[in-house]
């Protein structure tokens, strides 16, 4: 319907609601009670409310509940445009307005009517105020919408109920219809199909067996919906991903590669982009999704052009060989003109090109990156830095790329990408270290967002003086602190502090200007200046070490929370910083100590998680004297996910004790749970000494169970695995008024295996100057060396990099966690890490492809030799 504009607005294309009032227009719903209607004008003046809602002006419930009862008004006229407007006003007011029940009649009516047109949006409108006391009165209904002729109701019945379950109690009564929403299944309406098959699925998705053998019926049969098709080709993905079996012997992948052969692009397009992004696929299975997706390279359509090329992109990424192939079709989309698909096109060449190729390749899209978004500069700019890794000798031509593109205009995300690369590039690459800093110093005298420049300002105080010319870089940082916000300010003023404590021959003039600074009207800026003044004056080499050179990163939060703990209560003893938790990692020493102690001080540990409690408080529960907490464990799962509790175990790690929470939830809506326990199975050598039960959980709430042990006394080899039971007491409840039965009977139930493993002992640490540490370790720790072989996955010598750093719960240092290029013979992992109890150790392993396996040879270091052998044989 259309109504009519003056010769303005037509002119100027604007928008005829775009300055209305609130009061007017609800002034103006009084028209709904005129008689008769005016469906000309109540169609208009709905049209206003609903625009209103939809740009997020708020009615009040008494302002919603009065238009809504003047609306219901509107159910006098049987104008079909109206009509269908009254349908969108009850769906949009139901959640604000009071006594919404009201209109049930008439929209029973309308949905059970001979009136087709009002038949669909009455049913969504009804859904929408239907809670689950008035659901049974309507379900005959729904059943026999779901099954109704007119697709158009099928599916506004189908999407109703699917909508309906989101609230877990009317799932049960959606359920009773499942012979009904099977029959929808098998509609010819391709809409209807879809439809269907998503509700089954949701209606079933906690059930893994339930949902494999409807993905295995549904397989072998020729559904004629495309959108079902996609569908089910991502239930098949969701199961694949479960699966142990090999894919080549996987029914669900051989239906997912059928699927590249099918009529539909939709479809082809959709089992392609599936195998692309299974994980543990290989070059072999990719090859087919290649193919396809080569095709649509040199489609018509531009949309088939993008999706393919995005796709190629996420595959260079991890197979850049297999993606070789389509080289000259993504040439001829570089002159693409859509600039998204142009973009993507060389993004995608970067990654499999050849070295050579890189300076045209460079050339074509800067004569067009100013005319795409920042999500794609944003992409290009990932390219760059892979490209990077692969070719280090390219850094010139790439870091001057970077520089042009930061002084183009942009959001922060796309600048802040930028800087990372650049920062990247950097730390792995030592001969553009001078470069990039030169590039950033410029563009921090335009930066006008502050958290980046403070990054860039920490990074020229790290790098700067470690430069060939570090003066060059001082200039940039005290032109901060003349011309920016107290933020940036401070920032400057430890970055100058920095390059005073690590270069002598600026030592004095550094001193200087932070004198200067002492005079800063602002309290951070002045109180950091004269911190660091007084610290350099004092000339004492330790002091300025610690506090400046390799400062002490404790955990902020635990720090702040000791010291607000010591203000409360002063009587307590000093704050002993080394006690503290470590944070972050120290990269470089700059004093010379011993060997010995140079490996037992650089090795410091990455950071300490704590899951969903404070482990700090942790032994104060129950009087327990454990100390600190070492690390804390990621969550490992007890229970399938789908089962009726699910448990899941995070390890809190202490220097001689271990705590282990219980997670437990619970997913019966008829149960509680109650004086919850869990037994344990204890290893020889561990000690059993308390427990924290839990007293009870609802339906869907989730509940911990703390058991306290005690490590093996004198023993760094206390890999175990205990079996575990949960004991508790279940109660009946009614799931609809929450009743609970006095009465309730004793259960077990059985846990998988709590496996304590090395990772879950060892803390991560990321060192950047390991090749030093590693020699000088080589006199001063003890060596163990073993050779072992695992075999070969598809994923080459990069998964099992992956392997080994997840066994070992180390870190990789020097960028050697990354395999490049993917198709290499050989590589070197350089590792390090913290064994509980502090002990510091280095781990070299060295990997050669032969024919099905990967040979490792495997050399650690430590201070304890027990640690060193421990660490060894885990890999064993």
């Keep these: 319907m259309a109504f009519k504009r003056d010769k303005k607005e037509e002119e100027d294309g604007g928008n005829p609601y775009q300055n209305l009032e609130k009061t007017s227009v609800l002034q103006e719903a009084r028209t709904f009670n005129d008689t008769p209607v005016n469906p000309r004008k109540c169609t208009h003046i709905l049209t206003k409310i609903l625009y209103m809602i939809n740009q997020g002006e708020q009615l009040g419930t008494a302002e919603a509940t009065e238009t809504f009862f003047a609306m219901t008004k509107l159910f006098q006229s049987r104008d079909i445009i109206l009509r269908r407007m009254v349908y969108l006003g009850i769906k949009e007011l139901s959640g604000i307005a009071e006594d919404v029940i009201i209109v049930t009649s008439s929209l029973t009516k309308d949905m059970t009517g001979k009136e087709d047109t009002y038949r669909a949006a009455a049913i969504r409108a009804l859904c929408s105020i239907t809670d689950v006391s008035m659901l049974q009165t309507i379900e005959r209904y729904m059943k026999q919408a779901i099954v109704d002729k007119n697709p158009g109701i099928s599916s506004a019945a189908l999407v109703s109920c699917l909508h309906l379950c989101k609230n877990t109690s009317a799932t049960d009564i959606v359920k009773r219809s499942l012979n009904e929403i099977q029959e929808a299944l098998n509609s010819d309406n391709v809409m209807v199909q879809y439809h269907a098959l998503g509700l089954l699925f949701h209606i079933r998705k906690t059930d893994r067996l339930a949902v494999t053998k409807l993905v295995a019926k549904l397989t072998k049969i020729n559904m004629k919906s495309p959108f079902a098709v996609c569908m089910l080709i991502r239930m098949a993905c969701k199961l694949l991903e479960e699966e142990t079996i090999p894919r080549s012997e996987s029914p669900l992948f051989e239906f997912v590669e059928s699927c590249i052969r099918h009529k539909s692009e939709t479809v082809v397009y959709e089992a392609a982009h599936a195998i692309v992004h299974l994980s543990g696929t290989g070059a072999r299975h990719l090859a087919p999704a290649v193919s396809v997706l080569q095709l649509f ?17 996420k595959v260079a990424m991890e197979h850049p060989s297999t993606v070789t192939a389509c080289n000259l079709d993504l040439e001829n989309l570089i002159s693409d003109s859509n600039r998204s698909v142009a973009t993507l096109a060389i993004t995608t060449l970067l990654k499999t090109g050849a070295e050579a190729s890189v300076d045209r390749l460079m050339k074509q899209i800067a004569t067009f990156v100013n005319e795409i978004s920042d999500e794609f500069k944003i992409v290009v700019v990932q390219a760059i830095r892979a490209l990077c890794s692969k070719f ?15 002084r183009e205009e942009g959001g922060l995300e796309y600048k802040a990408s930028i800087a990372d690369t650049i920062i990247a590039i950097i730390e792995e690459n030592p001969e553009a270290k001078e470069i990039g800093l030169a590039h950033l110093c410029e563009f ?76 800063d009207v602002d309290d951070e800026v002045r109180d950091r200046a004269t911190f660091y003044s007084q610290l350099l004056s004092s000339n004492n080499r330790q002091l300025i070490t610690d506090y400046l050179s390799e400062p002490m990163h404790v955990s902020l939060p635990v720090l702040e929370k000791t ?27 700059s004093q010379e100590p011993t060997r010995k102690q140079n490996v037992d001080n650089a090795v410091k540990p990455v950071e300490v998680t704590v899951e969903n409690v404070d482990g700090q408080k942790l032994p104060s529960l129950i009087g327990l004297d454990a100390g600190k907490l070492f690390c804390s464990s990621e969550p490992s799962m007890l229970t399938e996910p ?27 809506d008829d149960q509680i749970l109650e004086d919850i326990s869990v037994a344990l199975d204890v290893s020889e050598g561990f000690q059993y000494l308390n427990e924290f039960k839990c007293p009870s959980i609802k339906y869907q709430e989730t509940g911990n169970v703390y058991v306290y042990l005690k490590f093996p006394d004198d023993s760094v080899d206390a890999i175990a695995s205990f079996t575990a039971k949960m004991k508790f007491i279940v109660k009946d409840c009614d799931p609809l008024t929450g009743e609970v039965q006095d009465d309730g009977y004793q259960e077990d139930y059985r846990l998988e295996d709590v496996e304590m493993t090395l990772k879950d002992q060892m803390l991560k640490v990321k060192v950047g100057n390991w090749d030093s540490l590693w020699e000088e370790a080589k006199s001063v720790c003890f060596e163990v060396q073993e050779t072992f072989a695992l075999p070969l ?51 070299q392993a060295k990997l050669a492809l032969s024919e099905n396996s990967v040979t490792i040879q495997l050399t650690v270091r430590s201070m304890d030799e027990r640690v060193a052998e421990l660490v060894v044989s885990t890999l064993d």
């Excluded at 010291?563 to 972050?584: A, F």
């Excluded at 175990?649 to 220097?655: E, G, R």
Aim: hydrophobic share 40%; glycine share 4%.
């Design 297 to 313: 390279c040199s489609s018509a359509k531009p949309t088939l052009r993008f999706a393919a090329v995005r796709t190629l992109n």
């Design 392 to 406: 280090p000798r390219k850094h010139t031509v790439l870091m001057n790329f970077l520089s042009g593109m930061l």
């Design 444 to 519: 921090i005298e335009d930066c006008e967002h502050t958290s980046l420049t403070v990054r860039i300002l920490h990074l020229l105080g790290k790098e700067g003086p470690r430069t060939k010319q570090p003066s060059r870089f001082i200039r940039f940082i005290y032109n901060r602190v003349i011309l920016e916000g107290a933020v940036v300010r401070a920032a400057a003023v430890g970055a100058m502090a920095k390059y005073a404590a690590n270069c002598a021959m600026l030592h004095d003039s550094i001193k200087v200007l932070l004198k200067r600074c002492c005079l």
């Design 563 to 589: 010291c607000q703990d010591y203000v409360l209560n002063p009587t307590k003893e000093r704050i002993n910083l080394s006690e503290l938790p470590v944070d972050i990692v120290v990269k470089n020493i």
């Design 642 to 668: 789908e089962t009726e509790y699910v448990v899941r175990c995070i390890k809190h790690i202490f220097n001689h004790h271990l705590v282990l929470q219980f997670e437990i939830t619970n997913t019966l």
């Design 793 to 843: 996955t598809s994923g080459g010598l990069s998964d099992t990099v992956s392997q080994i750093i997840s066994f070992l719960g180390m870190a990789a240092s020097n960028n050697s966690e990354n395999v490049h290029p993917p198709n290499k013979s050989s590589h070197i992992v350089n590792l390090a890490g913290m064994m509980r109890g502090n002990c510091k150790v280095l781990a």
